[in-house]
């Protein structure tokens, strides 16, 4: 018989045959809610924590050393997809095992998550040390940043296996309902950032004194979320069992990478579309790659809450799919998707109407700021669009088709990111550069809404088997 464990389908307030739709809708809204808000708050705490480390480099070390950062930032995107791909393949499987009352199962499933993450962190911090010059010189690096670049490269490489599972593992708790412990993971990684990261800037590690840092905070975070889950008695806490379960069955493994691998893939081509274009970027000077880290990191701001909207549909209708009820998925990716455009149209919104003050939180040279002004009035109402593809994405995952939302960010990397980003460039220079996102985002919206309207949305829903 499968064990009684919380989910949000149970913890849910009941609702009467008496009730009508709008009653019923605004109690499941309610419940969207209360989920959401941590992992929104998990989310801008990212972003904090990125930009804390960013402000830093840029007030206490100068504009070259943050441009200097900046070069890394495709390559993270590529790190952090591999435990986004993992974290949602496990999150899916895990969600829809916790809500049909099935916890033994969905630890097997996170194990196996777990294994995979350590191997290809660990893969990955010994590969990427012979390859940070190769890299860099991929990226077209201004020789003026390229030491620093390398330096910080290497340092923040080595702590990769921490980076993947640290996101793995938040991933996964929230699959089984639990957005509390992730959110107070990331509470003490900015807790360890405000503190650690100005005193390291100063010592002789200059600028890899925020990849150290950085590195500290994820470690403390796995280190918080393993006593924590060990003394609560939770079901995914570190022990024998789940000690036992890091060498997976062949058909859980599988499970995990089926789901896990076109996630990997889908961010990971968007990782490897940055270095093409900060190649092309880079080659305007360090001052375009400055303004390159603004965009970046302010962009951020406006995809999170996205991203939110875009975890909780997912947590939410796995946990609906698991438990059968498919109907009520379907209605979770409606207020999802209302909620999401509210949200991320607001603040793109905001950053729109005054992208200089923005600018200035960040640096204060003068060529920076308009170039990363422009960026924001280019980029920055297209972003919507593209958190909400992700939130149609996020749907489509939940229900087991990982496949498609992978097929249409690929498709729209390769054939209007990049020769779009490439085309504007040519003739309009570095102002030029920002429209292929604004092109990308767009398409990648459209592609979602066709594929919602013509396929998933006639398909049935049911459990991943």
Same mark, same amino acid.
């Given at each position: 018989?499968?064990?009684?464990?919380?989910? $949000?389908?149970?913890?849910?307030?009941?609702?009467?045959?008496?009730?009508?739709?709008?009653?019923?809708?605004?109690?499941?809204?309610?419940?969207?809610?209360?989920?959401?808000?941590?992992?929104?708050?998990?989310?801008?705490?990212?972003?904090?924590?990125?930009?804390?480390?960013?402000?830093?480099?840029?007030?206490?070390?100068?504009?070259?050393?943050?441009?200097?950062?900046?070069?890394?930032?495709?390559?993270?995107? $590529?790190?952090?997809?591999?435990?986004?791909?993992?974290?949602?393949?496990?999150?899916?499987?895990?969600?829809?095992?916790?809500?049909?009352?099935?916890?033994?199962?969905?630890?097997?499933?996170?194990?196996?998550?777990?294994?995979?993450?350590?191997?290809?962190?660990?893969?990955?911090?010994?590969?990427?040390?012979?390859?940070?010059?190769?890299?860099?010189?991929?990226?077209?690096?201004?020789?003026?940043?390229?030491?620093?670049?390398?330096?910080?490269?290497?340092?923040?490489?080595?702590?990769?296996?921490?980076?993947?599972?640290?996101?793995?593992?938040?991933?996964?708790? *929230?699959?089984?309902?639990?957005?509390?412990?992730?959110?107070?993971?990331?509470?003490?990684?900015?807790?360890?950032?405000?503190?650690?990261?100005?005193?390291?800037?100063?010592?002789?590690?200059?600028?890899?004194?925020?990849?150290?840092?950085?590195?500290?905070?994820?470690?403390?975070?796995?280190?918080?979320?393993?006593?924590?889950?060990?003394?609560?008695?939770?079901?995914?806490?570190?022990?024998?069992?789940?000690? *036992?379960?890091?060498?997976?069955?062949?058909?859980?493994?599988?499970?995990?990478?089926?789901?896990?691998?076109?996630?990997?893939?889908?961010?990971?081509?968007?990782?490897?579309?940055?270095?093409?274009?900060?190649?092309?970027?880079?080659?305007?000077?360090?001052?375009?790659?400055?303004?390159?880290?603004?965009?970046?990191?302010?962009?951020?701001?406006?995809?999170?809450?996205?991203?939110?909207?875009?975890?909780?549909?997912?947590?939410?209708?796995?946990?609906?799919?698991?438990?059968?009820?498919?109907?009520?998925? *379907?209605?979770?990716?409606?207020?999802?998707?209302?909620?999401?455009?509210?949200?991320?149209?607001?603040?793109?919104?905001?950053?729109?109407?005054?992208?200089?003050?923005?600018?200035?939180?960040?640096?204060?040279?003068?060529?920076?700021?308009?170039?990363?002004?422009?960026?924001?009035?280019?980029?920055?109402?297209?972003?919507?669009?593209?958190?909400?593809?992700?939130?149609?994405?996020?749907?489509?995952?939940?229900?087991?088709?990982?496949?498609?939302?992978?097929? $249409?960010?690929?498709?729209?990397?390769?054939?209007?990111?990049?020769?779009?980003?490439?085309?504007?460039?040519?003739?309009?220079?570095?102002?030029?550069?920002?429209?292929?996102?604004?092109?990308?985002?767009?398409?990648?919206?459209?592609?979602?809404?066709?594929?919602?309207?013509?396929?998933?949305?006639?398909?049935?829903?049911?459990?991943?088997?």
């Amino acid at each position: 018989m499968p064990r009684e464990v919380p989910s $949000i389908e149970k913890q849910e307030t009941y609702v009467s045959p008496d009730q009508t739709d709008d009653d019923a809708t605004r109690t499941l809204l309610k419940s969207f809610l209360i989920f959401m808000l941590p992992v929104l708050m998990d989310c801008v705490l990212q972003s904090i924590a990125s930009t804390i480390g960013n402000v830093y480099i840029g007030r206490l070390l100068g504009a070259e050393d943050l441009a200097a950062a900046s070069t890394f930032y495709p390559l993270l995107l $590529i790190l952090v997809s591999c435990g986004v791909g993992l974290g949602s393949g496990a999150s899916v499987l895990v969600g829809q095992l916790w809500g049909a009352g099935h916890p033994e199962r969905a630890r097997a499933m996170a194990s196996a998550a777990v294994a995979v993450s350590i191997v290809l962190g660990g893969v990955v911090a010994i590969a990427g040390q012979w390859a940070v010059w190769p890299m860099l010189r991929l990226f077209s690096v201004p020789a003026n940043i390229t030491d620093h670049a390398a330096q910080y490269c290497r340092v923040f490489l080595a702590g990769t296996p921490a980076l993947i599972l640290v996101v793995t593992v938040a991933i996964t708790l *929230r699959g089984a309902g639990d957005n509390i412990r992730p959110l107070v993971m990331m509470g003490l990684q900015i807790v360890v950032s405000l503190v650690v990261t100005p005193i390291l800037l100063k010592t002789s590690l200059g600028l890899s004194g925020a990849a150290v840092a950085a590195i500290l905070g994820w470690v403390l975070a796995l280190l918080l979320a393993g006593i924590w889950l060990k003394q609560s008695g939770h079901e995914l806490a570190p022990g024998l069992g789940m000690l *036992r379960e890091l060498v997976p069955q062949r058909q859980v493994l599988w499970s995990v990478i089926r789901l896990g691998f076109p996630a990997m893939v889908e961010v990971a081509t968007q990782g490897l579309a940055e270095i093409v274009l900060v190649g092309r970027i880079n080659g305007f000077g360090s001052e375009m790659t400055a303004a390159y880290g603004l965009f970046t990191q302010t962009l951020t701001y406006i995809e999170y809450p996205g991203m939110a909207v875009g975890i909780t549909v997912s947590v939410m209708c796995s946990h609906a799919i698991g438990a059968r009820n498919p109907q009520r998925a *379907r209605e979770i990716l409606r207020i999802g998707f209302l909620v999401g455009l509210l949200m991320t149209g607001a603040l793109a919104a905001i950053v729109m109407l005054i992208p200089e003050t923005v600018s200035l939180l960040f640096t204060s040279n003068p060529h920076v700021i308009a170039l990363a002004s422009h960026a924001f009035r280019a980029v920055m109402g297209s972003a919507v669009l593209l958190s909400m593809g992700g939130v149609l994405g996020s749907a489509m995952r939940a229900s087991g088709d990982s496949v498609a939302p992978m097929g $249409i960010m690929l498709g729209c990397i390769a054939f209007v990111e990049l020769p779009a980003g490439y085309l504007f460039a040519h003739y309009y220079g570095a102002w030029g550069v920002w429209f292929g996102y604004t092109a990308s985002f767009s398409a990648v919206f459209l592609a979602s809404v066709a594929y919602w309207a013509l396929r998933w949305r006639h398909r049935p829903l049911v459990p991943v088997q």
